[in-house]
C-alpha cells in the first residue's frame, strides 16, 4: 500500500470525531446530488411530501434517505427491528 | 459491543467495522454523534471511497449503518449497547453507476421490512428495469460478507495481508454478537 494511503488509515485504538452539523450538511447535500441530481434541501422538501416512493426511484433515493437524521434529529424510541 | 459511556460503545461498534475497511481502503468511518434518544449514522466524510481492482478498474464503495445507543437501566453500573437499525453498502462503477447494494432500512419502508438485495443499471446495459425495481430478499448482511464478495468476486486488491483473516475473525464476532 502507498505510504500516504497507509498514513490515513485509523490506527488501532484510534477512533475518529463524530460529524460537525457543517460537515453532516455538507455530506447530505453530496449524498442527495450524487444520487438524485438534486440539493439536500430540495430532496428532503419532495421527500416529506411523499415523492421517491415508487419502485424505480425508491432503491436510489433509499441511499439519500438512510442519511436523513444525520441533518434531522429523529427518534430512536420507534420501533426497533 | 459494550461501553462505559456512549462514546465508548460507538467507538466498539466502529472498531470492528474499521477494521474490517482498512483491508482494502484507507477510508475513515465516522458516526454522527454519540446521543442516546436519537437515530444515529455511521459513514465516510464523502459519499462513497475508492477500490481498486486486480485489473486496474476503479470502483466505489458505499457504506451507511444506522443504529441508536441503548442506555443501561442503571448508568452507574450497566453497559452502554449499540443496536443496528439499517445498513446500506453498494458498489459502484467508475462513473459512479449503481452496480448492486445490500440494503435494510425497515423505518424508511414499513411494506418492506427484509433485508434485501438491489441489481442496479451499473451490472449491465441491458439490466430490465423489473429487474432493478426487485428487492430480493436475503438473510442480514454483515459488512464482512459484502468485503468478501469485493475481494473474492470483484477482485478488489486488498490493502493488508491479512485481509482473509481480519474478515473471518470480524466475521465470526458478528454472529456471536447479533440478535437476530
Redesign the interface.
Known sequence: ?PAL??S???KSGE?????TPE??NN?FD??AR??MGISGDEFLQRWDNGEFRD??S???A??V???I??VR????????? | MPGRNPREAVDEYIAPLQRSLSCFSPGILRPSGYDTDILLQATFSYPTVELMTVGGEILHLSFVQGFSIIQPLFPKFGRYKVRTRSYIYQLENSNHQEILGFHWHPENTPDIQYPHMHIYQGAGDNIRQEIRNIHFRTDRFAFEEFCQLLIKEFRVVPDRDDAEEVLSQNLRKFQNYKTW
Open positions: 500500500m494511503l497507509e490515513r488509515q485509523v477512533t475518529s470525531d463524530a460529524f460537515e453532516a455530506l453530496a449524498t450524487r444520487y419502485s424505480e425508491q432503491a436510489r433509499m441511499r434517505a438512510i442519511l437524521p444525520i434529529k429523529t427518534s430512536a424510541r420507534k420501533k426497533s427491528a
